[in-house]
């Protein structure tokens, strides 16, 4: 079904870009880019506005920061998406016309990205919070999760996680993202071929989708990825389960991906169709 073109192509679509200071101005060359944070005097100086500035959008939330001490610290990768989404020039101190491809937000734990929000959310009754789990959508189960569960709906989802898997929309048959055994999402051709809704997906252990006779290799071989042996097969034969026919067989392809870190592109095509 796939081709080593077609791999090649989604390799050089999803691949982490790595900021490049080429001859950045005289007044930024003794910064300290090493820890990939940025003081706000730092950020005042590159944006070229007063501290004052910068704590404004710090306190609106418009630039998302850590608290070190009394201080604040800026992700660099944050300071880049904040030029672009809103439209302005990437200064060359941070790559400026040499930063190529998408690049994201820095990841945040829910309950830090809804701190200090206008929300009726009880984070530290959650589930999430209780366990600290890095990617919350994966316990949307629990009957004491604080959002309800309703991901595609979720301003922290669509930021944060959609933003990262929106290409599998512009695919024109089943593709999926899955992680440690738990689907980010899927275009609407993969829900149908796995009789789901498509909104469902965000969150749904492998288990829910695969059929038993296939469920044992396929949990071992995700591990064997993530352990980075190389014996793990980048195609197979497995069985999805089926409300008709009880199950049907599924060619699946498998791609590494570099962004989100860790996940892996599914590509699906039903056998003897």
């Known amino acids: 079904m796939t081709t080593y073109f077609l791999q090649n192509l989604l390799m050089g679509c999803f691949v982490e870009h790595n900021i490049h200071m080429q001859k950045p101005d005289q007044k930024f060359n003794q910064m300290d880019f090493s ?12 944006c070229g506005v007063n501290r004052n500035t910068v704590g ?13 001490g009394k201080k604040y610290a800026i992700r660099i990768e944050e300071l ?3 030029f672009k989404s809103t439209g302005q020039k990437i200064p060359e101190a941070l790559g400026g016309k040499n930063l190529k491809g998408p690049f994201f937000r820095s990841h945040q734990n829910c309950w830090q990205y809804f701190l200090g929000k206008s929300t009726n959310r009880n984070c530290e009754n959650c589930t999430v919070f209780k366990n600290q789990l890095d990617v919350c959508f994966i316990g949307k189960a629990s009957s004491t999760l604080a959002c309800g569960g309703l991901c595609n709906a979720c301003e922290f989802y669509q930021e944060t996680y959609f933003a990262r898997i929106q290409f599998i929309h512009q695919i024109d048959f089943p593709a999926a993202i899955c992680k440690d055994l738990y689907f980010w999402g899927g275009n609407k051709k993969w829900a149908e071929l796995c009789e789901v809704n498509e909104e469902d997906l965000v969150g ?8 038993p006779d296939s469920l044992e290799r396929v949990i071992s071989n995700n591990k064997k990825r993530a352990l980075g042996d190389y014996s793990a097969p980048r195609a197979d034969q497995i069985f999805l ?12 392809d498998v791609f590494p991906l570099k962004e989100p870190s860790g996940a892996w592109l599914l590509l699906a095509e039903q056998a003897n169709k």
């Open 35 to 46: 820890n990939r944070t940025l003081s706000v005097a730092q950020v005042a100086d590159i």
């Open 56 to 68: 404004l959008w710090v306190r609106s939330g418009k630039l998302p920061s850590l608290r070190v």
């Open 80 to 82: 880049i998406f904040f």
């Open 204 to 211: 749904m252990g492998i288990e829910k989708i695969c059929h």
């Open 241 to 252: 389960k089926n409300s008709i026919l009880n199950k049907i067989e599924v060619h699946i």
